[in-house]
């Protein structure tokens, strides 16, 4: 840990991001004002980026769905789309420092709400999902200190609003922070919690990376620079000086005895309501000009609009890619399909060099990534994007009895309905590869039009050269042959029909092949069975 004293705080906000976004036209702006209650309709219908001017009662600026597209990320880490998965190893690999501030100078701490003047009423939780049991903020990053190892841990979390004090928390599903929390209940101790909220797409990368280690270093791993950060008001949690807001405070020490949710959860269906532990808030900071942010988040019918699916769309298919370059030769491409419900699908394609190198990538890929339900694996000549090169595949090269991988007792999403409520399940690979050593035979070609490109070399036959006497049928078929190519340099045609053979022969002969090459036709003859 260093001191800073000339930082940037603006480089990393959430606002300067945004701002990169309406400049690549990625952002719908709502200037009227718009009621809490119509805030989640807009998100979900649109397919950009969702920016109020006027959100809710207080008609403050709210920002929705920054990480909801590839393009956006690729934005967030400043390199293009193609170069995502090396650019995301590459700050892993390189860890920097972080960077305290004074409070003083944290643009985060710019406006300090303490004790009695807290109200969590006056910021803008809203309604996210039809049948949620409350109104929330889904875009709230925990931070806490483990108080039995030191260890720093940063997670993501909604938060649901119960009054000016108090929220709900779900800490339920199995996570570093219910570890550290059902350890500090056992004791009777409250832990000590700051959430931030409106934070830059590569905080989220931060929070939802699990690894050994200070997690809060992450923050300043992804940004590939020093990250600066502040001490809390009335904890000693550091977070980013350059987030919007933060919410600080603790959760309580009776344990999971509040209900929370339901809450449309990532795999499109509601989470049910379970019982939580209580956030308490003892103070609210935030930017003078604060961008507050929401998450899109478990939306059934545009899951791939989703902040949580895109963010882990692009981490999966980085660790897959990683996987697959030690189980086979020659990866090509992978692609997370973020609408399956917990982007628990992936299209894989390989250039197969060996014999079973299609299950020996399924079976690596479901060994080393848990979220995995179903595993496609094509040719290199699918371009595994395109669903209709992939239902094509589907259909021509997959046979079940011999192609389809199942394996039981696997570990599964834990809110896969399918389960029902079991722990483990079945997963499925799918081998859409043509048969092994097959390539370039014509039954296994796909068939498709030919492009001619250039003159024609030939404008009639008989400007082309003479390897064989013809018949006058054979040179009048021939001749049509060649005109029709004479546009073409390269042209192949194939027929089968009775020639015209000389009374002199002894048996009939049949044209089994003419090509057509340069405007010149060669055709060869064999007798007739």
Same mark, same amino acid.
């Given at each position: 840990?260093?001191?800073?004293?000339?930082?940037? &705080?603006?480089?990393?906000? !959430?606002?300067?991001?945004?701002?990169? !976004?309406?400049?690549?036209?990625?952002?719908?702006?709502?200037?009227?004002?718009?009621?809490?209650?119509?805030?989640?309709?807009?998100?979900?219908?649109?397919?950009?980026?969702?920016?109020?001017?006027?959100?809710?009662?207080?008609?403050?600026?709210?920002?929705?769905?920054?990480?909801?597209?590839?393009?956006?990320?690729?934005?967030?880490?400043?390199? /293009?789309?193609?170069?995502?998965?090396?650019?995301?190893?590459?700050?892993?690999?390189?860890?920097?420092? !972080?960077?305290?501030?004074?409070?003083?100078?944290?643009?985060?701490?710019?406006?300090?709400?303490?004790?009695?003047?807290?109200?969590?009423?006056?910021?803008?939780?809203?309604?996210?999902?039809?049948?949620?049991?409350?109104?929330?903020?889904? +875009?709230?990053?925990?931070?806490?200190?483990?108080?039995?190892?030191?260890?720093?841990?940063?997670?993501?979390?909604?938060?649901?609003?119960?009054?000016?004090?108090?929220?709900?928390?779900?800490?339920?599903?199995? *996570?570093?922070? %219910?570890?550290?929390?059902?350890?500090?209940?056992?004791?009777?101790?409250? $832990?000590?919690?700051?959430?931030?909220?409106?934070?830059?797409?590569?905080?989220?990368?931060?929070?939802?990376?699990?690894?050994? /280690?200070?997690?809060?270093?992450?923050?300043?791993?992804?940004?590939?620079?020093?990250?600066?950060?502040?001490?809390? $008001?009335?904890?000693?949690?550091?977070?980013?000086?350059?987030?919007?807001?933060?919410?600080? @405070?603790?959760?309580?020490?009776?344990?999971?005895?509040?209900?929370?949710?339901?809450?449309?959860?990532?795999?499109g269906y509601y989470g049910a309501i379970h019982m939580d532990p209580v956030f308490h808030c003892t103070a609210i900071t935030m930017r003078r000009d604060v961008l507050h942010h929401t998450l899109l988040h478990g939306s059934g019918l545009v899951l791939d609009q989703t902040d949580s699916a895109n963010i882990t769309a692009m981490r999966t298919e980085a660790? +897959?890619?990683?996987?697959?370059?030690?189980?086979?030769?020659?990866?090509?491409?992978?692609?997370?399909?973020?609408?399956?419900?917990?982007?628990?699908?992936?299209?894989?394609?390989? #250039?197969?060099?060996?014999?079973?190198?299609?299950?020996?990538?399924?079976?690596? =890929?479901?060994?080393?990534?848990?979220?995995? %339900?179903?595993?496609?694996?094509?040719?290199?000549?699918?371009?595994?994007?395109?669903?209709?090169?992939?239902?094509?595949? =589907?259909?021509?090269? &997959?046979?079940?009895?011999?192609? $389809?991988?199942?394996?039981?007792?696997?570990?599964?999403?834990?809110?896969?309905?399918?389960?029902?409520?079991? #722990?483990?399940?079945?997963?499925?690979?799918?081998?859409?590869?043509?048969?092994? @050593?097959?390539?370039?035979?014509?039954?296994?070609?796909?068939?498709?039009?030919?492009?001619?490109? @250039?003159?024609?070399?030939?404008?009639?036959?008989?400007?082309?050269?003479?390897?064989?006497?013809?018949?006058?049928?054979?040179?009048?078929?021939?001749?049509? +042959?060649?005109? *029709?190519?004479?546009?073409?340099?390269?042209?192949?045609?194939?027929?089968?029909?009775?020639?015209? +053979?000389?009374?002199?022969?002894?048996?009939?002969?049949?044209?089994?092949?003419?090509?057509?090459?340069?405007?010149?036709?060669?055709?060869? $003859?064999?007798?007739?069975?």
């Open positions: 840990m260093t001191h800073a004293t000339a930082v940037d &705080f603006d480089k990393y906000r !959430l606002r300067s991001f945004v701002d990169r !976004l309406i400049q690549l036209g990625e952002v719908e702006i709502h200037d009227k004002p718009v009621p809490l209650t119509g805030l989640s309709p807009i998100i979900e219908r649109s397919d950009k980026a969702v920016l109020f001017k006027k959100a809710g009662p207080e008609q403050v600026e709210l920002v929705a769905k920054t990480a909801g597209n590839r393009k956006r990320l690729a934005a967030a880490f400043e390199t /293009g789309e193609d170069k995502l998965y090396d650019e995301y190893f590459k700050r892993l690999a390189n860890p920097q420092p !972080l960077l305290e501030v004074p409070s003083s100078d944290a643009p985060v701490h710019a406006i300090k709400i303490t004790g009695k003047d807290v109200d969590l009423t006056k910021l803008p939780f809203h309604p996210q999902h039809a049948l949620d049991g409350s109104c929330y903020c889904s +875009a709230a990053i925990d931070y806490v200190i483990d108080p039995a190892s030191g260890r720093r841990n940063v997670g993501c979390r909604r938060l649901s609003l119960r009054n000016r004090y108090e929220c709900g928390t779900n800490v339920t599903a199995p *996570s570093d922070l %219910k570890r550290i929390y059902t350890a500090c209940v056992k004791r009777g101790d409250k $832990l000590p919690v700051t959430f931030t909220v409106g934070a830059h797409p590569l905080d989220f990368f931060a929070a939802t990376t699990r690894q050994p /280690g200070d997690e809060l270093a992450l923050v300043a791993g992804f940004r590939a620079e020093p990250a600066p950060v502040v001490k809390s $008001l009335t904890n000693s949690i550091l977070v980013p000086a350059d987030a919007e807001m933060t919410l600080e @405070g603790y959760l309580d020490e009776r344990g999971y005895v509040e209900p929370e949710g339901p809450f449309g959860e990532y795999m660790e +897959a890619m990683r996987i697959l370059k030690t189980a086979v030769r020659e990866p090509v491409a992978v692609y997370l399909r973020s609408v399956s419900g917990g982007a628990n699908t992936l299209r894989v394609a390989i #250039k197969q060099r060996a014999y079973g190198e299609a299950r020996s990538a399924i079976a690596a =890929l479901f060994g080393g990534i848990m979220r995995l %339900k179903h595993v496609y694996v094509f040719d290199e000549d699918i371009d595994i994007h395109d669903d209709r090169q992939v239902d094509w595949a =589907l259909g021509t090269r &997959f046979q079940a009895d011999q192609d $389809l991988v199942v394996l039981q007792g696997m570990l599964g999403m834990t809110m896969d309905p399918s389960l029902n409520g079991r #722990k483990t399940g079945a997963k499925s690979g799918f081998d859409c590869t043509k048969p092994f @050593g097959r390539d370039g035979q014509v039954p296994m070609m796909r068939s498709t039009a030919k492009v001619f490109k @250039g003159p024609a070399r030939y404008q009639t036959v008989e400007q082309a050269p003479k390897t064989a006497a013809r018949s006058p049928a054979r040179s009048t078929n021939c001749a049509r +042959a060649a005109g *029709s190519a004479a546009t073409a340099t390269a042209a192949t045609i194939w027929w089968s029909r009775p020639s015209s +053979a000389s009374p002199e022969s002894s048996a009939s002969s049949t044209t089994t092949r003419t090509r057509v090459r340069n405007g010149a036709a060669r055709w060869s $003859l064999s007798p007739a069975s």
